[in-house]
């Protein structure tokens, strides 16, 4: 193993490595048109607007989303509003400090759609918006990482949930839109900055979390290359 | 010697395996039981022959019990069962007085083992009254619906639905199944083990040994359907694609079926599609005994095309075999189906016998599109639908329940 790592002479904590693993739990709440859905959104527990954008990269899905939310893909796929999936498709949820704010712009967006609509946007009933909301159990794998070298050993034995908790799942953690990698390159000094503007750039919600898993490690062992060759 | 644990990792990846050892340490100690109402025969017993062992082999004391029942018992189950699949049938009073009395023989049997038990799962309706049978539990209860409940039939629902209310969480396959129940319901679909007997890769000559074993023609496209012979699963339908298709390409049908110990109305179904089935040498209807899995398993390998035209579907494990051997599906459009075949990619969903044969056509015509439909589905079940994802999140809801079934809980 590499030797832990300074910063100016002040030693710095290891990246404690930790696991997750999601449950699925419905609401019993769904809608069938536009209206309701925004009746339900605007009630719907706030954990519910987290499994719909984030959430489902734990659970299963096909690897190739269409969309990046659950909320576009039933607008495409539900309702048949190609306009509606796209302006929910653009919203970027790390950009929002809150839950609460990621709520509004939804609602927004949708009173936007019903402006500007005829009629109501519906769906059959077998395909409803059903609200689902997620239970997580994040846990302590007790491995540390003590050197930014390792990262590019250590990244493909990482489990998805690991991938999912430190990539993904951070992203809503403070510091808000930032992965746990970035903040814990950060802490070692200004060393790191090419590293921390290649982590973000990786969009990852159009990769299943194996793909992305295989895009960081590529990441990490370029990066050791580099370093290596200087 | 080596675990079956190691034989997966083989397939999922060694990481996926420390996860699940590190999620089940957490529950080292506790009790858990699972009750069901047959131990071979159908999807639920499939499941349990192969999560049981597994948990065990993670360290939990787990055990598995069989409801033991009576013909006029199954009956009664199996008329809700499809009442709750959306049929308009009543049970008899008499029907109800014996479900409530084999639930409390079995009560009296099981009550000190599920009293003392930390985690209580129950398949299906069968024995869904035991719960209410054993007063003194200390365990958290947790229903497991492996059925198609998103039409039900509302008096049987009603009828069936005082006896699941106190439990303490429920499990359904889809979120379309949820109910109004005043518990957490999980949405946990099954899924299908690739080391067993049933999905286990086979060398080529034992697949090759089938087209004699069943005088099919090696030379011919072979498709296949395999469910127990209930109408639900539309066998008739099947062979009503099949004789569409047959006027285009040269075809053979396979149809398998095997019985429970807990459906009392396939003997006489299977006589329905026997009839369907006339006297077409190319429309092989088979009987096989709940264990042949192996033959099952070279039948799937040696198909073109496995369909599964159910009306009703919970989740359709047979799906997931047949795409776990490559092969694309064409299934109903309904229940769990939906979830595992991704139309135009993993195969095609169908309403109608019509709707089947011309996807078979399409799909004997073009064969690179079969074989890439076929890649994408096995891909498809790799990631999503095997047994370590299943026990995943069982340990996950275990470990839910068991902290308090907050958002998130954080552990060791």
Same mark, same amino acid.
């Given at each position: 193993m590499a030797k832990s790592q300074e910063n100016n002479g002040k030693p710095i904590s290891p990246f404690a490595v930790k696991d997750c693993a999601l449950v699925a739990i419905a609401t019993g709440k769904k809608a069938q048109n536009l209206r309701e859905l925004r009746d339900k959104l605007s009630q719907i527990h706030a954990g519910s607007i987290y499994y719909h954008f984030w959430g489902g990269m734990l659970r299963l899905q096909f690897d190739e989303p269409e969309y990046n939310n659950d909320?576009?893909?039933?607008?495409?796929?539900?309702?048949?509003?190609?306009?509606?999936?796209?302006? $929910?498709?653009?919203?970027?949820?790390?950009?929002?400090?809150? %839950?609460?704010?990621?709520?509004?712009? %939804?609602?927004?967006?949708?009173?936007?759609?019903?402006?500007? /609509?005829?009629?109501?946007? $519906?769906?059959?009933?077998?395909?409803?918006?059903?609200?689902?909301?997620?239970?997580?159990?994040?846990?302590?794998?007790?491995?540390?990482?003590?050197?930014?070298?390792?990262?590019?050993?250590?990244?493909?034995?990482?489990?998805?949930?690991?991938?999912?908790?430190?990539?993904?799942?951070?992203?809503?953690?403070?510091?808000?839109?930032?992965?746990?990698?970035?903040?814990?390159?950060?802490?070692?000094?200004?060393?790191?900055?090419?590293?921390?503007?290649?982590?973000?750039?990786?969009?990852?919600?159009?990769? /299943?979390? /194996?793909?992305?898993?295989?895009?960081?490690?590529?990441?990490?062992?370029?990066?050791?290359?580099?370093r290596t060759k200087k | 010697m080596k675990s079956s644990l190691d034989a997966y990792a083989k397939i999922t990846g060694k990481e996926v395996i420390d996860q699940l050892y590190q999620m089940a340490s957490t529950l080292r100690g506790i009790k858990v039981v699972h009750v069901n109402s047959t131990k071979e025969g159908g999807g639920v017993a499939e499941i349990l022959n192969r999560l049981i062992p597994l948990k065990k082999e993670l360290g939990i004391d787990v055990s598995w019990e069989v409801l033991q029942g009576n013909d006029e018992f199954y009956k009664c189950t199996k008329t809700f069962h499809n009442a709750l699949q959306g049929n308009r049938v009543?049970?008899? !009073?008499?029907?109800?007085?014996?479900?409530? !009395?084999?639930?409390?023989?079995?009560?009296?049997?099981?009550?000190?083992?599920? #009293?003392? =038990?930390?985690?209580?799962?129950?398949?299906?309706?069968?024995?869904? =009254?035991?719960?209410?049978?054993?007063?003194?539990?200390?365990?958290?209860?947790?229903?497991?619906? +492996?059925?198609?409940?998103?039409?039900?039939?509302?008096?049987?629902?009603?009828?069936?639905?005082?006896?699941?209310?106190?439990?303490?969480?429920?499990?359904?396959?889809?979120?379309?199944?949820?109910?109004?129940?005043? +518990?957490?319901?999980?949405?946990?679909?099954p899924s299908i083990d690739p080391i067993s007997k049933k999905n286990i890769d086979l060398p080529e000559k034992e697949i090759k040994a089938i087209y004699d074993q069943f005088n099919l023609d090696p030379g011919r496209p072979m498709i296949l359907q395999v469910s127990r012979y209930d109408r639900f699963k539309d066998p008739i339908g099947v062979? #009503?694609?099949?004789?569409?298709?047959?006027?285009?390409?040269?075809?053979?049908?396979?149809?398998?079926?095997?019985? =429970?110990?807990?459906?009392?109305?396939? =003997?006489?179904?299977? #006589? !329905?599609?026997?009839?369907?089935?006339?006297?077409?040498?190319?429309? +092989?209807?088979?009987?096989?005994?709940?264990?042949?899995? +192996?033959?099952?398993?070279?039948?799937?390998?040696?198909?073109?095309?496995?369909?599964?035209?159910?009306?009703?579907?919970?989740?359709?494990?047979?799906?997931? #075999?047949?795409?776990?051997?490559?092969k694309p599906v064409i299934g109903g459009h309904t229940g769990g189906i939906r979830l595992q075949v991704v139309d135009h990619h993993t195969g095609f969903l169908v309403s109608t016998p019509e709707g089947a044969a011309l996807r078979i056509r399409y799909l004997l015509y073009h064969r690179d599109k079969l074989d890439e439909m076929g890649i994408k589905a096995k891909q498809f079940v790799l990631e999503n639908f095997l047994l370590t994802r299943h026990l995943r999140e069982y340990l996950t809801l275990m470990i839910g329940l068991i902290h308090g079934a907050g958002e998130r809980i954080e552990i060791g």
């Open positions: 909320f576009s893909a039933w607008a495409q796929n539900g309702l048949h509003d190609s306009c509606l999936a796209e302006r $929910w498709g653009a919203i970027v949820p790390s950009e929002y400090d809150d %839950l609460e704010k990621l709520r509004q712009e %939804l609602i927004e967006v949708i009173e936007e759609r019903l402006d500007e /609509s005829e009629f109501v946007p $519906w769906s059959k009933t077998d395909k409803q918006f059903h609200f689902i909301r997620s239970q997580i159990v994040v846990y302590d794998t007790h491995h540390e990482i003590h050197h930014f070298r390792e990262l590019a050993e250590v990244f493909p034995t990482l489990s998805l949930g690991s991938v999912f908790y430190h990539f993904i799942d951070a992203q809503r953690r403070y510091p808000v839109g930032q992965d746990d990698f970035r903040t814990w390159l950060s802490e070692l000094g200004n060393g790191y900055d090419d590293l921390i503007g290649q982590l973000a750039e990786v969009d990852p919600y159009f990769a /299943s979390l /194996s793909e992305l898993r295989l895009r960081l490690t590529n990441i990490f062992t370029n990066y050791n290359n580099k | 009543n049970a008899s !009073e008499a029907m109800l007085k014996t479900y409530l !009395e084999v639930n409390a023989e079995n009560a009296e049997n099981l009550r000190t083992k599920l #009293e003392e =038990a930390d985690v209580v799962f129950i398949h299906d309706p069968q024995p869904a =009254a035991l719960l209410k049978m054993c007063p003194n539990r200390r365990g958290k209860w947790i229903w497991r619906c +492996h059925i198609d409940v998103s039409r039900t039939y509302r008096p049987v629902w009603k009828y069936l639905r005082p006896f699941l209310v106190d439990y303490d969480a429920s499990i359904f396959s889809l979120a379309a199944f949820a109910q109004a129940l005043p +518990h957490l319901q999980y949405i946990i679909p062979i #009503e694609a099949y004789k569409l298709a047959r006027k285009f390409s040269p075809l053979q049908l396979v149809l398998v079926g095997g019985g =429970a110990t807990d459906d009392p109305e396939g =003997a006489l179904f299977i #006589e !329905e599609v026997r009839a369907a089935a006339g006297d077409d040498p190319d429309i +092989h209807v088979l009987l096989l005994p709940p264990d042949a899995h +192996h033959t099952i398993n070279a039948l799937q390998r040696a198909a073109d095309i496995i369909l599964q035209k159910s009306t009703k579907e919970g989740f359709g494990l047979t799906v997931t #075999e047949g795409m776990w051997k490559g």
